[in-house]
């Protein structure tokens, strides 16, 4: 079976720069942790993988946009979706998210996703076609840039409607528009149509007349929004992004530019690519070890067993526990053992027992600590 090792010592170097804008669909995630925003803004290197959820998102928003600009025809979907898969599965061989190929098999509902998507494109080229069925007027082409006048806050916006009441603002969505928890929108969705609605103020002099986000599925759902709101929401991301450049100006170590910028709480940590390198989630994680955390470990080097059926047995301790590692495939992991050695370990499973543990798909073994 191919495989890529997976892991490794952790980069020896960050790129930090100031940030250069504030994007409305990354500010509610700049506000739960700015430490993971600047390293994204900064294109470091992910060290964990990403849900496939993800990369099936960002395909299939290109999808539709191309569907917009009437590049891709209904009869050509399953050839184009085909072709904009297979070329992201080429990219990702031989990388660390290699085992994400093949996509129909790691995304669950993959087949269900595609339908909807499809589904929704079907909908886009009627509506693009002028037979949409509303009092609409026109349909300007898909996205179109906004940003404020000190190019501090700006992004594309998907669609702009314009219609007897006013200019309607549409974003399509990929995946789940609702919290979970609350059964509302979710907030980084609302925050992101607010942002849209204070830049098309500041750009076009109106306020828009609703702000909607398109579901897969189909379903339009209307985000209510009071003007106050939106210049709120706009000052703060620009007050944060002031603070945040300030902040990378003051401080080039990266640790001690951790301590301002990172916001460890598991719910902002679960799905960050860069635990390996964020001492403040380790240090938060050990003060609180009574959240809800990833199962991720770290310590020093106890043990390594080979087990009869060929997978490895890892045993690491830490400060207060041993934890064990069992069912590692020694193809998939580069371990390399010296005196001392360190191990941090993520995506774990946990098993029955205390402080055991097994290897899943998605498991990353890093075998240096972060000391930049
Ligand atoms: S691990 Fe948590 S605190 Fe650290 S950068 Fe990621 S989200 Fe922020």
Same mark, same amino acid.
């Given at each position: 079976m191919r495989?890529?090792k997976?892991?490794?010592?952790?980069?020896? $170097?960050?790129?930090?720069?100031?940030?250069?804008?504030v994007?409305?669909?990354?500010f509610?995630?700049?506000?739960?942790?700015?430490l993971?925003?600047?390293?994204i803004?900064?294109?470091?290197?992910?060290l964990?993988?990403?849900?496939?959820?993800?990369?099936?998102?960002?395909?299939?928003?290109?999808f539709?946009?191309?569907?917009?600009?009437?590049?891709?025809t209904?009869?050509?979907?399953?050839?184009?979706?085909?072709?904009?898969?297979?070329?992201?599965?080429?990219?990702m061989?031989?990388?660390?998210e290699?085992?994400?190929?093949?996509?129909?098999? $790691?995304?669950?509902?993959?087949?269900?996703?595609?339908?909807?998507?499809?589904?929704?494109?079907?909908?886009?080229?009627e509506?693009?076609?002028?037979?949409?069925?509303?009092?609409?007027?026109?349909?300007?082409?898909?996205?179109?840039?906004?940003?404020?006048g000190?190019?501090?806050?700006?992004g594309?916006?998907?669609?702009?409607?314009?219609?007897?009441?006013?200019?309607?603002?549409?974003?399509?969505?990929?995946?789940?528009i609702?919290?979970?928890?609350?059964?509302?929108?979710?907030?980084?969705?609302?925050? #992101?149509?607010?942002?849209y609605?204070?830049?098309?103020?500041?750009?076009?002099?109106?306020?828009?007349s609703?702000?909607?986000?398109?579901?897969?599925?189909?379903?339009?759902?209307?985000?209510?929004?009071?003007k106050?709101?939106c210049?709120?929401v706009?000052n703060?991301?620009?007050?944060?992004?002031?603070?945040?450049?300030?902040?990378?100006?003051?401080?080039?170590?990266f640790?001690?530019? =951790?301590?301002?910028?990172?916001?460890?709480?598991?719910?902002?940590? =679960?799905?960050c690519?860069?635990?390996?390198?964020?001492?403040?989630?380790?240090?938060? @994680?050990? =003060?609180?070890?009574h959240?809800?955390w990833?199962?991720?470990?770290?310590?020093?080097?106890?043990?390594?067993?080979?087990l009869?059926?060929?997978?490895?047995?890892?045993?690491v301790?830490?400060?207060?526990s041993?934890?064990?590692?069992r069912?590692?495939?020694?193809?998939?992991?580069?371990?390399?053992?010296?005196?001392?050695?360190?191990?941090?370990?993520?995506?774990?499973?946990a098993?029955?027992?205390?402080?055991?543990? @097994?290897e899943k798909?998605?498991?990353v073994i890093?075998?240096?600590? #972060?000391?930049?």
């Amino acid at each position: 079976m191919r495989m890529n090792k997976s892991g490794g010592n952790l980069p020896s $170097s960050v790129n930090i720069a100031p940030l250069r804008r504030v994007s409305p669909s990354r500010f509610f995630r700049m506000n739960c942790c700015r430490l993971r925003e600047v390293l994204i803004s900064n294109n470091n290197e992910k060290l964990l993988p990403s849900s496939p959820n993800m990369y099936f998102g960002i395909t299939a928003h290109n999808f539709l946009q191309n569907v917009g600009r009437g590049n891709i025809t209904k009869e050509d979907f399953d050839n184009e979706w085909l072709s904009s898969i297979t070329v992201l599965e080429r990219q990702m061989l031989g990388t660390r998210e290699e085992y994400l190929v093949p996509f129909n098999k $790691s995304l669950r509902g993959y087949e269900l996703k595609k339908r909807l998507l499809f589904k929704e494109a079907s909908e886009l080229i009627e509506v693009v076609g002028g037979k949409y069925k509303s009092n609409n007027k026109t349909f300007p082409g898909l996205e179109r840039w906004f940003e404020t006048g000190d190019s501090i806050v700006g992004g594309y916006i998907d669609k702009l409607a314009f219609t007897d009441t006013g200019i309607e603002i549409i974003d399509y969505k990929t995946g789940s528009i609702f919290n979970n928890d609350t059964h509302e929108i979710k907030e980084e969705y609302k925050y #992101q149509m607010l942002l849209y609605a204070a830049l098309l103020y500041e750009n076009l002099n109106e306020w828009p007349s609703a702000l909607k986000v398109y579901g897969l599925n189909g379903v339009i759902h209307s985000i209510y929004y009071s003007k106050e709101e939106c210049i709120k929401v706009l000052n703060k991301a620009k007050e944060m992004f002031y603070e945040i450049n300030e902040l990378i100006l003051e401080n080039n170590n990266f640790i001690e530019l =951790q301590k301002y910028l990172a916001n460890p709480a598991p719910e902002h940590c =679960q799905y960050c690519e860069f635990r390996p390198l964020c001492n403040s989630y380790w240090e938060k @994680r050990e =003060q609180s070890p009574h959240l809800n955390w990833n199962h991720d470990i770290r310590g020093h080097f106890e043990s390594l067993k080979t087990l009869g059926n060929g997978t490895l047995l890892l045993k690491v301790k830490s400060a207060t526990s041993i934890f064990k590692v069992r069912g590692l495939n020694p193809n998939r992991h580069l371990i390399s053992i010296s005196e001392g050695s360190f191990f941090s370990i993520y995506n774990l499973l946990a098993d029955t027992n205390d402080n055991c543990f @097994r290897e899943k798909l998605t498991t990353v073994i890093y075998t240096n600590q #972060q000391d930049m």
